[in-house]
């Protein structure tokens, strides 16, 4: 079995395949899973929005709340870019070079795959959302909390297959020692939470200059 599956790494590693191609599967991938959380977002902000709130008292502050909500989505979008992007630097190797490096890069772009199943939490998330509305008891309660549970369990299951099949695939393809599979180990997930922590600066610069402009009227 160990053979067979490292038969067929090999004969991945020896097809035709441009980084231009994987790259843009990555980018499509990337929207795909952004989309859905976008989705979300965007309809539970209009859900709570009151159009005879919009006064011209308080207009601008609702403005300055939508461009922080727009930074909010933006941060999101980038960090899932640049999560699953920076896989592509632990197939880099000294042991490869030119067209066979450049395989192992286009390689690792096909490992944010999973992402791209975020709209199924998201789907599972209208469970919660329909039940709540009934406002029902009984078999409807259970489906509610499968639905607000669900998404979020869901959602962690797939960034974490991401991570594993970009760990599994790294080894395979690399050939590594135990020092760099170590390293990719604790590194990947560690980089995320660091990434993720940045992109937070994002919506909060953008609260920041939301307060700056509001202290000067």
């Known amino acids: 079995m160990v053979m067979v599956r490292r038969r067929r790494l090999a004969d991945e590693m020896n097809r035709p395949i441009t980084i231009a191609d994987a790259r843009r599967f990555w980018l499509v991938t990337v929207v795909l899973a952004w989309l859905p959380i976008a989705a979300w977002a965007v309809g539970l902000a209009v859900a709570d929005f009151e159009p005879r709130d919009f006064r011209a008292g308080v207009r601008l502050g609702y403005l300055l709340e939508a461009a922080i909500f727009a930074a909010a989505l ?94 599994f695939l790294m080894r395979a393809v690399t050939h590594c020692g135990p020092g760099r599979t170590f390293a990719m180990c604790v590194g990947l997930p560690l980089s995320w939470a660091l990434l993720a922590l940045v992109m937070a600066m994002i919506p909060l610069a953008a609260t920041l200059i939301s307060l700056a402009v509001l202290s000067f009227r």
């Open 74 to 167: 933006f941060a999101v979008w980038l960090f899932l870019l640049l999560a699953t992007g920076s896989m592509s630097n632990w197939f880099v190797s000294d042991t490869f070079q030119g067209d066979r490096q450049d395989r192992a890069i286009a390689l690792s772009y096909y490992t944010c795959a999973p992402l791209g199943w975020l709209w199924l939490p998201a789907a599972l998330g209208l469970l919660w959302l329909g039940a709540d509305q009934i406002r029902a008891r009984g078999l409807l309660e259970q489906i509610e909390l499968i639905g607000l549970i669900g998404p979020e369990v869901l959602a962690v299951v797939l960034f974490m297959r991401t991570g594993l099949g970009a760990f």
